[in-house]
């Protein structure tokens, strides 16, 4: 059954460190941007405030905003606020991005619009294909294919559309062909900023089963069997048809459940995908992704590869000129200790290099997971679970991994604001997604 979401749905926040006040007036909102980090980055920020009733209706016909008294005063330093949850009583929870500033204690105005914010970020579920594109003002961010996509459906770059696609009496076919099966529950196409496509799906010639940006595993045990959820063989995440759309001034949000089907016949696993998609600046947008997984029965293990390689977090790139992969751990005594990839070039249709950045959230089980690389494939990966272990899935409680993903302009980052990103990142004001009772 499916479910369109209004902006009011009730989501939830997880916090962790830093700090994010409201003073007594409740019409300032002060937050702690220590370092800069967050303000540097400009990234989501979460605000905990107890509003009045007529804040209230604004909050829920999307009126909501804050003043910046650090620039001038008028609708170019309103920044947009969207309503991301509201507790009992008064309590609620808004998001804003926040704006390039200095560092320390930032002070913001709660203010009431005249008329709405554009809904900026929107989400829409095709009900013939079943799948959800993601916009922001009319221009393509990206696609979730909750679905079944099938090779001749699948969107492609310009020079893809050049290369053989069929197999046929090709060397590669007979060690392909078992692979080249339809797939479902992946992010495809992924855009950059200039709207050049930046993933790729069922590549030609070999690896049918890469799929974009998509989260699976070659070893899923289920007793004595084993299975392969990465490569398509014998399992299979299959979608239940619960999915919720969240559209806003700020973001825009899908959360879809889909059952791993042993044999395509018996569920075993149970998944939900939040992929949250925050408006972009001139430079950077950011996409928070969570998954949670919970078995429904019991002696199921997912590993890597042999244990020792690809599987988690799996991302397929197209491959573009002056190709640079390049990925970061601190050493295992530090204090923070951030973890992130970044995979750059100037793709198809862009003018200039641009990249994507991959975070890996501390609280991750096995946290940090490798990276593995594979430049010939444009792949770099964090994996998930350590090397050398299978992850037990438990049917009382779930697995969570949490990613932040950056499309940047420009080439590598430099480590510097890498670094800044890691930190916003792990702030008590990033907005995370946290699953809801009902979602188990």
Known sequence: ????????????????????????????????????????????????????KYQQIAAKEGRLGFLDPSTENGNESLIPAQLESTAEGLNSRVVMMIPDGE??????KLTENDSPFKVGMKATLDPNSGQVLIEEEGEKVLQYNYKTVYEKDVVRGGNENLEEHMRINSDTFATTSIYAVPRSDYIHPLYGLEGEILTRDWPAGGHPHHRAI??????????????????????????????????????????????????????????????????????????????KLVALKDSITIATRNTDSYGGLNLRMMTP??????????????????????????????????????????????????????????????????????????????????????????????????????????????????????EK
């Open 214 to 291: 998509f989260w699976a595993w070659p070893e899923v045990d289920y007793g004595s069997e084993r299975a392969d959820i990465y490569a398509l063989q014998r399992i299979f995440a299959r979608p239940t048809g619960e999915i919720e759309i969240t559209n806003g001034p700020v973001f825009a949000q899908i959360v879809a459940e889909n059952l791993w089907m042993w044999e395509d016949s018996e569920p075993i696993v149970r998944e939900h995908a939040a992929i949250r998609v925050y408006r972009a600046t001139s430079t950077t947008r950011i996409i928070d992704l969570t998954i």
């Open 1 to 52: 059954m499916k479910k369109i979401v209004p902006l009011t749905k009730s989501l939830s926040c997880l916090f962790i460190l830093g700090m994010v006040a409201c003073s007594s007036s409740q019409n300032d909102l002060i937050i702690d941007d220590v370092d800069g980090a967050m303000g540097n980055t400009e990234a989501p920020v979460t605000a905990e405030i107890e509003l009045n």
């Open 103 to 108: 560092p320390g204690l930032r002070k913001f």
């Open 321 to 438: 000129e002056l190709q640079e992969i390049s990925y970061f751990t601190d050493k295992a005594d530090s204090n923070p200790l951030r973890a992130w990839s970044d995979f750059n070039g100037i793709f198809e249709g862009a003018k200039s290099a641009s990249g994507l950045m991959v975070l890996q959230h501390r609280e991750n089980p096995d946290y940090p997971g490798d990276w593995v690389e594979y430049p010939n494939l444009a792949w770099v990966q964090p994996t998930f679970p350590a090397s050398g272990t299978r992850y037990p899935l438990s049917t009382k409680e779930s697995l969570i991994l949490r990613y932040r993903l950056v499309v940047h302009a420009g080439g590598k980052s430099d480590a510097g604001i890498s670094k800044e990103r890691w930190d916003a990142f792990h702030r008590t004001s990033t907005p995370f997604y946290t699953f809801k009772a009902t």
